[in-house]
């Protein structure tokens, strides 16, 4: 366990409003993930788990509670804030890869460089290939994400979510969407990444790639068990 | 199956209701198309109707007879016994000059007095405080145009003794007011004429396009001006069409009995308007016009319902696997197409009425008529249901019939973030553009995301576009050719009228003393009657002057200029040649009225002058001379100036009459190059005005199709700003990518414009040219019109994505990745 915690959620409740009233979605959640951490969050479908993913990215925020990521309070940040922070700080990681299907894979990856002006623009292309080199795809950097197979542009996707070198990696079922044979190839650069320094939380339904993560949080009926 | 229909229904009504902000979108897109047609169908449907029903409400003539020694008015009362004849009305015309004060400029006015203004029967002029109260219905007004009694009659109408009642178009050619003094110079000298009211004349043109006011006076004050009290235009109304001829002959016949010259016999059309000509264009344009706006606003509709259907077909995936076969999805969903129709035909309806009832007050207003209160166009209603219920779902038969047919398995399959994969032939030759910084790239291959799409809204932009410029073009050519036909063949710049015949040789030298005078020169004009070969009677401007003339420069078609060895020469207007048939070799006859003696002329050119309504003939002057029997006597005299521009026009003619009438030639009035060109020119200006006012709104249809566009593209791309906002983009980002898409979109189609506008223009001008001139325009494509319409598309670019744009940057990302 590292020393510093890089996400710190406190007694964080979400409720939505509903035509039947309100539901409350996650009660009551604390969570505390050390940096250099690799968590795999697991539960039954409706059970809050990509709620609680959606708390620590800022892509939600919660009703009551506070959440703390890398040193920054969400709960105060303003959306385009939220955005650019979110851009430095995270790299998001989605089922279905969510590459931008007009841009090459290597200006996908170099998109985030872009939009949290990171890197000077002359150096963005050649980091853009090195992280495209590191996840095996830099002979298809110049095709279109529809000209790829699903576990390229997941792998392209990963590629995405490093460019700003952020120090947490956030995936939603990123493996769900894969054969077994690329999840496999896809949650051992996950273990390359975390084993380099980098904090991985990921949910996922496959309970054997859950069972490989160092750290399994369970959550059910917005709770973690 | 009934059940799973009404199910379905309910489906549709919570669809429409609980996507409340895409069922306006949608709906928005179905109204503008059919705004754009409604508008120009009502416009052209009451502008026709009240048209023709206020012009047969003042009775036209059948006949037109001109007397130009006058008949007195009991022989006129004698034509009522002819057989076949219905109604008679007499006429005195006669022009004069008038001016409101010692200062102003002296200028041509029509004088016409009416034998009884409030017994009028046919070509009726009505006083404009009876003629402005509303109707409640157009038939109730038909025939209560004309007051019959007195009580209904303006209180200055008709106008007393010593009164002038000015028509009302020409109250601006005059600058003049209710209330003012007229000051009319006729044969009876200088006469102060209070003007004490308006009246309203259809039966011929507005006093911009004759060339001078109009006004009315009584017989009593006639005798005062003319001396006398008979009628020179005798109007007759036929008891049907198929008597005119037998009619205007037995009237020719009985005056002619009584010892009357009759110089002229005209057969009318009462159901042509004067003003049919332009109006024939203009109603031509509008049929364009509608055409490719019910083209655009089915390019438009078909974008939004296309979308639509695509949007919805993870949920036709669902209803097939619940069991609804491919009837029950067309069923569905073809009802949800046609309450989208039915709520864009309910919001554009009410606005199309209003706006095309508007446009065709602002058109009817240009020829001087007045529509009959608003209401609803019956067609244009028709025409709007059929468009904005039927046009939607052809445009969305072929989207739904594939959706229909889609298994299930490809329907529920999620590919990710939807919008179009943006796997086609322009995204990859685009993706190997490099170098464009990436919120560009974005925009630019965004662009070409759904190719069946931006073609759509690429034709409906574009045409719009194409419309502007060739429309600039259209004025730019029809300018220039007046330009040339004028300038290049007038080269004088005023016209100055003496009160009396001069003598050549003094007032030539007199106007060329004035230092800024370059040259001067005698030439002759007169109203004239020219028989064809034919047997037909046309009102012609016979026109004559020297053999060595330094103004006049015909434009020949075909034949011969005049000699001055002709002594029976006469050439004609290129408009009589078309329409009446005349051929070089005809023998005409030419009947300068008076007592001048009839003289036949053998056509020995064809030429073409826009001036006088293109009714100006060509003899010599030595002809004329020897006709007239004088020598070295002119009642107009053309000079040109050193300076050519209006200000020195006016002011150098101001000075030359100064110095004429100190030498004693007294001027009667004068014209100036200027106003020439305007007489030309005014009624085309309608024209411009309209399909300028139309051309505006084909691209106010395209920018709306490329907001719709770029709506759509919102709604489909909210998951894909959602990834965006999560990888680190900000509102401003999103906002450059949708403006940029949005502004490469507007580019694109400026370019294809520019392509179209170029036949376009031509097949334009070639139209307005047959129908203005009977020639076609010398072409000049307006360059600055490629300018204009690049600002104006880049503003309607902006424009069209600022709302879209915002929309996409304010949504919240947990929102956008899950939208569905």
């Known amino acids: ?225 | 199956m009934i059940h799973a229909l009404r199910t379905l229904r309910i489906k549709t009504c919570r669809d429409l209701w609980g996507n409340r902000s895409r069922t306006l979108l949608v709906a928005l897109s179905v109204a503008i198309g059919v705004l754009g047609v409604g508008m120009i169908i009502a416009t052209w449907d009451i502008l026709t109707h009240d048209l023709a029903r206020r012009y047969a409400a003042i009775q036209p003539a059948h006949v037109e007879i001109s007397v130009p020694q006058g008949v007195t008015l009991d022989d006129l009362a004698g034509l009522e016994t002819l057989p076949g004849v219905a109604a008679v009305q007499g006429r005195a015309v006669f022009t004069g000059r008038g001016r409101l004060t010692e200062d102003t400029a002296w200028q041509t006015v029509e004088i016409i007095a009416l034998p009884d203004g409030n017994a009028q029967t046919v070509n009726v002029v009505a006083p404009v405080a009876a003629y402005s109260k509303p109707s409640a219905h157009p038939s109730a007004a038909v025939g209560a145009v004309m007051p019959t009694s007195a009580q209904d009659a303006s209180p200055n109408w008709p106008p007393a003794r010593g009164q002038v009642i000015v028509e009302r178009a020409s109250l601006a050619e005059l600058g003049a007011a209710t209330g003012d003094t007229l000051y009319v110079d006729t044969a009876g000298g200088v006469v102060a004429l209070p003007i004490v009211g308006l009246a309203h004349q259809q039966d011929d043109v507005v006093a911009a396009v004759k060339g001078n006011p109009v006004a009315f006076v009584s017989l009593d004050t006639m005798v005062r001006l003319q001396g006398h009290d008979r009628v020179n235009t005798i109007y007759l109304r036929a008891e049907g069409a198929a008597q005119r001829n037998d009619v205007a002959e037995a009237a020719r016949d009985r005056l002619e009995r009584a010892g009357y010259t009759v110089s002229r016999v005209t057969l009318r059309d009462p159901a042509a308007h004067p003003a049919q000509d332009v109006l024939d264009v203009l109603l031509l344009v509008m049929g364009i016009l509608g055409a490719l706006s019910l083209a655009l606003s089915g390019f438009l509709v078909t974008n939004t319902i296309s979308a639509l259907v695509t949007q919805q077909i993870r949920q036709i995936g669902v209803m097939k696997a619940l069991g609804a076969d491919t009837w029950i999805v067309l069923r569905a969903y073809g009802l949800t197409v046609l309450a989208y129709g039915l709520l864009g035909t309910l919001i554009a309806a009410p606005l199309a009425s209003r706006t095309g009832y508007r446009l065709a007050a602002f058109l009817a207003g240009q020829i001087n008529l007045d529509l009959f209160p608003y209401r609803l166009s019956p067609t244009a209603l028709a025409v709007m249901a059929g468009v904005g219920l039927g046009v939607p779902l052809v445009a969305a038969g072929k989207p739904l019939w594939q959706g229909a047919r889609i298994t299930v398995r490809q329907a529920i399959a999620d590919y990710g973030l939807g919008g179009g994969s943006g796997d086609n032939v322009m995204s990859r030759v685009l993706a190997k553009v490099q170098g464009l910084p990436r919120v560009w790239a974005l925009a630019l291959r965004n662009a070409v995301r759904v190719p069946d799409r931006l073609a759509l809204t690429l034709i409906t932009l574009g045409l719009g576009g194409a419309t502007f410029i060739a429309v600039l073009s259209t004025d730019s050519s029809f300018s220039r050719t007046v330009d040339n036909l004028m300038e290049g063949q007038y080269g004088m710049d005023a016209l100055i009228a003496f009160g009396q015949e001069q003598r050549i040789s003094r007032v030539a030298p007199l106007a060329e003393a004035h230092g800024e005078v370059a040259h001067a020169e005698a030439w002759y004009f007169s109203q004239a009657s020219m028989k064809l070969a034919s047997g037909q009677e046309v009102l012609v401007l016979a026109q004559a002057g020297p053999a060595d003339t330094q103004f006049y420069h015909p434009n020949l078609q075909a034949g011969r200029w005049l000699d001055p060895a002709d002594s029976n020469a006469i050439v004609v207007n290129r408009k009589w040649a078309t329409q009446e048939g005349v051929q070089l070799g005809d023998t005409v006859t030419l009947d300068l009225g008076g007592d001048l003696p009839l003289t036949e002329g053998v056509v020995v050119g064809i030429n073409q002058d826009l001036v006088q309504k293109q009714t100006g003939v060509f003899v010599s002057f030595e002809a004329l001379d020897r006709l007239l029997k004088r020598t070295d006597r002119t009642i107009t005299l053309e000079v040109a100036y050193t300076r050519h521009d209006a200000e020195a026009q006016t002011r150098i003619t101001g000075e030359v009459v100064a110095m004429l009438e100190a030498g004693g030639a007294e001027v009667f009035s004068t014209q100036i190059l200027g106003q020439l060109k305007r007489q030309v020119t005014s009624f085309y200006r309608i024209l411009v005005v309209f399909l300028l006012v139309m051309s505006g709104l084909t691209a106010l249809v395209g920018g709306i199709g490329l907001m719709g566009m770029m709506s759509i593209n919102v709604l489909e791309r909210s998951k894909e700003i959602g990834v965006m906002r999560a990888i680190g983009a900000d509102a401003r980002a999103i906002v450059t990518i949708f403006w940029g898409e949005s502004v490469v979109v507007a580019l694109l189609s400026f370019i294809l414009a520019v392509l179209l506008s170029v036949p376009l223009a031509h097949l334009l001008t070639r139209a307005v040219g047959m129908a203005f001139i009977q020639t076609p325009l010398d072409f000049a494509y307006a360059i600055a019109g490629i300018g204009y319409w690049l600002a104006l598309v880049l503003v309607i670019g902006t424009a069209a994505s600022i709302l879209p744009a915002l929309n996409a940057a304010g949504l919240s990302v947990r929102e956008s990745l899950s939208y569905e």
């Open chain 1, 1 to 225: 366990m590292a020393a510093q915690p890089i996400i710190s959620l406190s007694h964080i409740v979400k409720e939505y409003a509903t035509g039947a009233g309100p539901v409350t979605v996650l009660r009551d959640v604390s969570l505390t993930v050390g940096g250099g951490e690799f968590v795999a969050v697991v539960g039954p479908s409706g059970s809050g788990k990509s709620t609680l993913i959606n708390m620590l990215t800022g892509i939600d925020r919660p009703t009551g509670g506070d959440v703390v990521v890398a040193g920054t309070r969400l709960n105060d940040l303003s959306e385009n804030q939220m955005a650019r922070w979110r851009g430095r700080t995270l790299g998001v990681i989605f089922q279905f890869f969510q590459l931008l299907p007009t841009l090459t894979i290597l200006e996908n990856v170099m998109l985030p460089m872009d939009f949290c002006n990171t890197y000077p623009a002359s150096a963005r292309r050649g980091r853009a290939r090195d992280l495209l080199a590191q996840v095996g795809l830099a002979d298809q950097a110049h095709k279109l994400p529809g000209a790829v197979s699903g576990g390229q542009q997941q792998r392209a996707a990963i590629a995405r979510a490093l460019a700003n070198d952020p120090p947490l990696l956030v995936g939603d079922e990123p493996t769900g969407n894969l054969d077994s044979k690329t999840a496999d190839q896809v949650f051992a650069l996950f273990a390359d990444l975390v084993a380099h320094g980098k904090t991985l939380v990921m949910v996922t339904h496959d309970r054997e790639l859950a069972a490989r993560a160092p750290r399994v949080v369970r959550v059910q009926d917005g709770q973690i068990q």
